[in-house]
């Protein structure tokens, strides 16, 4: 039975370029679960490795055995974490678990060096541009996009970029949930084995499907909790 006494702490680690505010949404009951955010880091340098980069991350986790639930990169991080500290469990959302899970798109645009001409500039300060709007609808979209793009350091987009891309990983780790949409164009549902499916839900259905997501999170958590 649930111990009401102690809750359940699970921590969320939101995705590429994008701050904690994408999980506004996610509803879960205070009574049972403790809620934190991991922000992103600025990397120390360019070629700061993702496993230093989360030993860094895990310092801000104070729970021992806590659960982890990662959106795109930040499901990731949240099992690059896992082989650093002991986790409950691992919950990806928009994300992939396995190198083959990486779209052969993005492979080529790795192997390519395609990706140096990602706009992570243009990201970086798309906040200024709202004035260039030209009408309400544009504007809108423009503060839609700066109020959850908020990770917007060149330097941090530019080592997420790379190691997104160079993220290399040939087994699939235990205790693991993925939650993954049937449209998903950023990692295609055909590429993703034994997920959780949501249809209809998109790379950005954390924002779209979160009453769904919301309910999903509390079954598979309780799930454990017998």
């Not at 390519?112 to 906040?127: A, C, D, G, V, W």
């Amino acid at each position: 039975m649930l111990n009401k006494i102690h809750k359940i702490p699970v921590y969320f680690i939101p995705g590429l370029a994008t701050g904690t505010r994408i999980f506004d949404y996610i509803k879960l009951p205070e009574n049972i679960f403790e809620i934190y955010f991991l922000e992103w880091l600025t990397p120390n340098s360019n070629d700061e490795n993702l496993e230093d980069y989360a030993k860094r991350m895990s310092k801000n986790i104070i729970h021992q055995n806590p659960i982890l639930v990662g959106v795109s990169f930040g499901g990731i991080l949240a099992q690059e974490i896992s082989k650093i500290i002991p986790v409950k469990k691992i919950i990806l959302i928009s994300s992939i678990k396995h190198q083959n899970e990486m779209p052969k798109r993005l492979n080529w645009v790795f192997k390519t060096h395609f990706y140096r001409l990602f706009p992570s500039r243009t990201i970086s300060k798309i906040n200024k541009d709202s004035k260039y709007a030209i009408n309400d609808s544009l504007k809108k979209k423009v503060h839609l996009i700066d109020k959850y793009l908020q990770a917007k350091d060149e330097k941090y987009l530019n080592w997420a970029i790379f190691n997104v891309l160079n993220w290399k990983q040939d087994i699939y780790l235990e205790n693991l949930i993925h939650i993954h949409g049937s449209d998903d164009i950023v990692f295609p549902i055909k590429y993703i084995k034994n997920c959780i499916i949501i249809e209809g839900g998109k790379h950005e259905m954390i924002l779209t499907k979160s009453k769904k997501i919301s309910a999903i999170l509390q079954k598979v958590i309780l799930n454990d909790e017998g």
